[in-house]
């Protein structure tokens, strides 16, 4: 395991092959294992870098809220210390509310992205309330509870019922996260901005990716962003849901390496 100091934190991070930067950001309450497909597929073009979130997989957590900007700021720190002015930056939902605040605070360092499974909304009120009641859940009933729960919106049922690898590898990443983790990041999701104005203002290229039966963020939030991100492309992974480079892992690394080998 490689890890690094981040201010006050150990990150762990994998950082695989050779060529054009690009960095991958998992979801919650995943960790960078949730890219295992992307590194292989990806490291005979393309140095791949994927961190472990504040608070996810080998990566220390810390106190209160982690906001989306926070781990923003951790990645464009590793970025730093790997010698890695520009990258490819992509996230899957939560990772993609990391990608947009990263765009937002550094422009600059953003070649490309890449918008999984994400939205660009902020939360309502009532998913802020939910927020922090999973928070109080994680912390003192720990993850299992909140895996129960996740699993039948994270994967289509297809899934659910005919390929248990799938089930139990994403169960397992969601029981080795830290209750503090997953509670800083609960609540730092419900802190952060709305970016659909913000969008707009993205000139670099985008792919933006969604499963089709994604109950999580609906294609229709992939949409609206591809709406207001000019020159984007959108691909609908069919028979996918809300973990589509999972559930459909062939036909998300062939988009993801079209759309690399295009820009
Ligand atoms: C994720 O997969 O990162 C989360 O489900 C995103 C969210 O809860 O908004």
């Given at each position: 395991?490689?890890?690094?100091?981040?201010?006050?934190?150990?990150?762990?991070y994998?950082?695989?092959?050779?060529?054009?930067?690009?960095?991958?950001?998992?979801?919650?309450p995943?960790?960078?294992?949730?890219?295992?497909?992307?590194?292989?597929?990806?490291?005979?073009?393309?140095?791949?870098?994927?961190?472990?979130?504040?608070?996810f997989?080998?990566?220390?957590?810390?106190?209160?809220?982690?906001?989306?900007?926070?781990?923003?700021?951790?990645?464009?720190?590793?970025?730093?210390?790997?010698?890695?002015?520009?990258?490819?930056?992509g996230g899957?939902?939560?990772?993609?509310?990391?990608v947009?605040?990263?765009?937002?605070?550094f422009?600059?360092?953003?070649?490309?992205?890449?918008?999984?499974?994400?939205?660009?909304?902020?939360?309502?009120?009532?998913?802020?309330?939910?927020?922090?009641e999973?928070?109080?859940?994680?912390?003192?009933?720990?993850m299992?509870?909140?895996?129960?729960?996740?699993?039948?919106?994270?994967?289509?049922?297809d899934?659910?019922?005919?390929r248990?690898?799938?089930?139990k590898?994403?169960?397992?990443?969601?029981?080795?996260?830290k209750p503090?983790g997953?509670?800083?990041?609960?609540?730092?999701?419900?802190?952060?901005e709305?970016q659909?104005?913000?969008?707009?203002?993205?000139?670099?290229?985008?792919l933006?990716?969604?499963?089709?039966e994604?109950?999580?963020?609906?294609?229709?939030?992939?949409?609206?962003?591809?709406a207001?991100?000019?020159?984007?492309?959108?691909?609908?992974?069919?028979?996918?849901?809300?973990?589509?480079?999972l559930e459909?892992?062939?036909?998300?690394?062939?988009?993801?390496l079209?759309?690399?080998n295009?820009?």
């Amino acid at each position: 395991m490689t890890t690094t100091r981040i201010d006050d934190i150990q990150l762990a991070y994998t950082d695989v092959g050779s060529g054009p930067p690009v960095v991958l950001i998992h979801g919650y309450p995943f960790n960078r294992s949730l890219w295992n497909e992307q590194l292989e597929a990806l490291s005979s073009k393309y140095r791949v870098v994927a961190p472990d979130l504040r608070g996810f997989g080998e990566s220390d957590s810390s106190e209160g809220p982690v906001t989306m900007s926070r781990m923003a700021q951790d990645v464009a720190q590793l970025m730093d210390q790997l010698e890695i002015p520009q990258a490819v930056i992509g996230g899957l939902s939560m990772g993609g509310y990391v990608v947009l605040a990263f765009c937002k605070q550094f422009p600059s360092r953003v070649r490309a992205l890449l918008l999984a499974d994400t939205r660009a909304q902020a939360d309502t009120e009532e998913a802020k309330k939910t927020r922090a009641e999973q928070a109080d859940k994680a912390l003192s009933e720990g993850m299992a509870s909140i895996a129960d729960a996740m699993l039948p919106k994270l994967l289509t049922p297809d899934t659910v019922s005919k390929r248990p690898e799938v089930v139990k590898r994403i169960r397992d990443m969601m029981l080795k996260t830290k209750p503090q983790g997953a509670a800083g990041a609960l609540l730092g999701m419900a802190q952060r901005e709305d970016q659909t104005e913000f969008i707009s203002s993205i000139k670099v290229p985008a792919l933006i990716v969604a499963g089709r039966e994604d109950a999580i963020t609906p294609p229709a939030d992939s949409e609206a962003m591809h709406a207001k991100i000019a020159g984007s492309r959108l691909i609908v992974i069919e028979n996918a849901g809300h973990v589509s480079n999972l559930e459909q892992t062939e036909q998300f690394n062939d988009a993801l390496l079209a759309f690399l080998n295009s820009i």
